[in-house]
């Protein structure tokens, strides 16, 4: 497949924009300025940036704990994601959610919620509402490995199938839920051969390059779109900080089992670094244009976080306020 610059230029930017802002995020977790738990998304940003790459602004993505990727990937407002970051009253949800709890519905970002599989009903009965209206929204159901161990992915794959529905569930195996690796929770290593079992249109993919991913996507929003009925990914990845904060939870020294050696391969798979540097040795980018992007992504973070600073907390005689209809 033969990619634009601008294709490859927007997957980069998208990718860096992310990272960046992740990393941006471990001080003041560290020096607790931030409060709430926070699942940084550093190591998967290939698949948030390559499934959105195929998106429309009116399609939906539903996320889990570990989403901050998807919603700066969909568009969503980097100044109220950092807000909300902080329990800003400025932030997505005016401070009541907190990192695990991000929404843009003008961007599609219709729901992120931290309980595990928690949006999967909720993605499928959006591209229900899709199909019934036949406004050729897609939508989109990430997950991670540890999903795959609750009834409701199952349930949703067989409704999807048996109604054909334009959805797309997307499984992010970095190998671990929370501190347990996947040989000790599945039999089987081989997510991708549930989809089959349902009759879904299915792949397994590479989840650290962003081209694969980006490839991947364009099939399963295509088939989708197309009214071919639903679509399964188990994107292979790879979280390079702990499963909550910064902390990398390496083995012998935190409650993490992960042992260095694992961590430095897949270190030397960083999707972002291998793809700057793929960009660099294609002459697509140069090492200047890539430091005045890096300068001017970090410009954005830092007035991110100086515009959440600023921001006042939400006041405590409100505390009830948008959590029960009225």
């Known amino acids: ?38 699942h940084l998304y550093s190591g998967q940003e290939a698949v948030a940036a390559g499934i959105c790459a195929n998106l429309s602004k009116k399609d939906y993505i539903f996320g889990n704990h570990r989403s901050h990727g998807h919603y700066l990937a969909k568009g969503g407002d980097l100044k109220e994601m950092i807000a909300e970051i902080y329990c800003k009253e400025t932030g997505c949800t005016k401070g009541r ?25 909720l993605a499928t009965g959006a591209a229900m ?13 990430f997950f991670g490995d540890g999903a795959t161990g609750e009834g409701v992915l199952y349930e949703a794959l067989n409704f999807a199938a048996i109604y054909k529905l334009p959805i797309i569930f997307v499984c992010e195996n970095n190998l671990y839920s929370t501190h347990m690796p996947i040989e000790d929770i599945r039999t089987d290593n081989h997510i991708a051969e549930i989809g089959p ?17 980006y490839e991947v996507a364009k099939k399963s929003v295509e088939h989708c779109r197309g009214g071919k009925g639903p679509a399964f990914i188990e994107f292979l990845t790879y979280r390079l900080r702990g499963h909550v904060g910064p902390d990398d939870n390496i083995q012998g020294s935190h409650t993490d089992i992960r042992p260095l050696s694992e961590i430095s391969k897949w270190k030397r798979k960083d999707p972002v670094l291998n ?10 980018l140069s090492e200047k244009k890539a430091a005045a992007i890096k300068d001017e992504l970090n410009r954005e973070i830092k007035d991110a ?19 029960f209809a009225r």
């Open 275 to 284: 793809f700057e540097s793929y960009l660099l040795k294609k002459k697509i």
């Open 129 to 141: 509402a899709s199909r019934t209206r036949n406004d050729k929204r897609v939508s989109v159901s």
């Open 1 to 38: 497949m033969k990619y634009s610059s601008q294709l490859l230029m927007k997957l980069y930017r998208s990718m860096l924009r992310i990272r960046l802002t992740e990393e941006s995020l471990v001080e003041p977790i560290q020096n607790r300025t931030i409060n709430c738990p926070v």
């Open 197 to 213: 079992a349902f009759g879904l249109k299915t792949f397994r993919c590479e989840g650290n390059n962003v081209l694969k991913v």
């Open 97 to 121: 959610g907190g990192s695990m709890h991000l929404i843009s519905p003008e961007n599609g970002v219709m729901g992120i919620v931290p309980i595990v599989a928690g949006t999967i009903s």
């Open 305 to 323: 976080h100086d515009f959440a600073l600023k921001s006042s907390r939400p006041p405590a005689d409100e505390l009830l306020n948008y959590v």
